[in-house]
Each structure stands twice: as C-alpha cells, then as structure tokens.
C-alpha cells in the first residue's frame, strides 16, 4: 500500500477529529468517542467486540452475558443525488439482494424525477424499508420549526406512493435542534406516525467519498482500493465504541444502527461493510427490530397522546404513472 498517497492526500486527524465531535442527533443514542492512540483497529486480531466487552467485564468483577448482536443499515440521501442513470444505486441494491441484508433507505424528495422514480420502486419491492429525509435535505438547527414542518409535509407528499410502513424519518444533518422547536418537530412527527430513526454508528463516509472524487476517474480505483482499509478500519472502531456505550448503558442487548450515504464510495464498498459484521458475528436485522432493542425511543413528550392510532403496516398501492401526473415534478 501506497501509504505516502494516503498521508498526502487524506487528513485522518481531520477524521477523528470529526469522530469526537459530539452532533446534536439523538443525544441519548449517541455514543462516547474517546480517541485514544490505542484506539482499537479492524486490522488486530483483538479487537472482537465480545473481547473487548469481556476485558470490561472481568475489570468490573461482573459476569459477562453474551448476546446477540444485531446491527440495521440505513442509507440516506437517496435516490442517488447527482446521478441520473441510477448504476451505482443499482450496485447498492443488487449487493443487499445477495447478502440477504435488509436496510432502510431515506429520500431527499426533491431530488426525485421521473428517470430516478423506477429505481425507488425497485428499492423498495425488493423489501427494503424507504423513509421521508425532507424535502430539501433541511437543517433544523438554521430554520423555524414551522417551515421544517412544511419541508416534511412536502415531502411526505411526494413520497406518499413509495414510503414503507412502518413510517420512518430522518434528520437531515443529524440535526434535532433543541428545546420547544425541537418539541414541535417530534410531536408533529408523532401526529403523522412517523418514528424517527436515530443512529448508533456514523461511518462519516462523505469525507472518505470526497477524497474519492477528487481523485481523477482514471486513477480512482487504484485509489479506492488504498481508501478502502482505512475507511472500513473506521467503521469498527466506531461499532466499537457504540458497543462500549451499550455497555456503559448497561443494555447490551441493544441493536447498532449503522449511517451510510448513498455515495460511489459506498456503491463499492458495501460488500466489504457486510463481510466486516458477518465476521464479526452480527446479524442483520430490519430497523423495526432494531428500534425495539432501545430503552429510550426518541420522541414528542405528548407521545402517549397518539398512542391509540396504530399504522396499518400495508405499503401503498402502486399507482405509479397516477402520482406521477398530479405531482410537480422537477
């Protein structure tokens, strides 16, 4: 390995720099990212996260349980921004097909057209879940409740004929903002059954994708399979520090939620992500599962007050070519 093109061309400072900084999302789902120089690596031979829980067992004089352990794949930013003949988001799901790996996908609404509408369907009549990333990939921390609540509202109408039950979103950015904005978000989120999907790991891999593009296409696969190592070494390090954050929380039974991006990187990589966990002895599970392993679910205080209104479950008819004519498309 090249490793002086790496250093040259790729800050891994920058990357753990980013790792330890701690995002607004989901402060109760988020985990410690304490980065030592002995930070555990995929490459060693010990760094299972089942030695890892044991060493802080047997130092804590507690017995140790084994458990299952279960991570769900979530991809946002589909369908695919900035590409229009749909192969790399095609390379995602035929790759998924094969490993029989479920996972959940989240729409940017406004980046849907008519040339990227088919591979949605096919995302999702190939039993993937399919959620509302809102209309314009919005940042609540830089808006007021009310238009964020317009850029859901718009985009759950766009998506209605392609959106999965049971209903999922997620914010754009990670971004729940705070305090009675953040309230209104959750409870008009409730209103609308819609569950919001938090994470547990964040591979940030829209910095290893930028790399990858700023590469010249003709040199980007040797590249990729130098960028490849260090991001997947990535990756296990923040599982391992999502486990120790389960442990911490004393709920070790608690399913991973792993961020991806619907990105050339990972249209390459994904085969190498789902070899990593199978390796390591996870097994995947859909979001639904996954959501039911936590303790706390994120939500709007007054919860209990749409409690008695159960989801149907039932996916939407296909009535493509209807939706089609009465949305506005781009």
Known sequence: ???????????????????????????????STDTTPNSPSVLSSENDTSELLKRKQRNS???????????????????????????????????????????????????????NWDILQKFRKAGFGLGNHTLSHANLNKMEAEE?????????????????????????????????????????????????????????????????????????????EELKPFYLDFIWQQTLRAEELSQLHQNTSQA?????????????????????????GYHFVHLEKALKTFKYPIQCSKHNLYAHYKPSHRHPKNTKDQEMDQLAWD
């Not at 991973?256 to 390591?280: E, G, S």
């Open 1 to 31: 390995m090249n490793l002086n093109l790496i250093n040259n061309k790729f800050s891994w400072g920058l990357i753990l720099l980013l790792a330890s900084h701690n995002l607004s999302f989901a402060l109760e789902h988020r985990f």
């Open 61 to 115: 004089g507690k017995p140790f349980r084994s458990h299952k352990k279960m991570i769900s794949i979530t991809i946002d930013d589909l369908p695919f921004v900035g590409e229009y003949r749909n192969f790399h988001l095609n390379m995602m799901i035929e790759t998924m097909v094969k490993e029989r790996v479920p996972a959940t996908g989240f729409i940017i609404a406004s980046e849907v057209r008519k040339n």
């Open 148 to 224: 964020y609540i317009k850029e859901i509202r718009k985009a759950d109408k766009i998506l209605l004929p392609v959106l999965t039950e049971p209903k999922y979103f997620r914010y754009p950015y990670l971004a729940m903002s705070s305090g009675q904005k953040k309230e209104e978000v959750l409870c008009y989120l409730a209103q609308k059954r819609y569950q919001v999907a938090p994470i547990t790991i964040d591979s940030k891999d829209f910095i290893f994708n930028q790399r990858l593009l700023s590469v010249n296409e003709m040199k980007r696969r040797a590249y990729l």
């Open 256 to 280: 991973q939620i792993l961020l991806i991006h619907a990105n050339l990187l990972n249209a390459y990589v994904l085969p190498d992500i789902i070899r990593l966990y199978k390796r390591k």
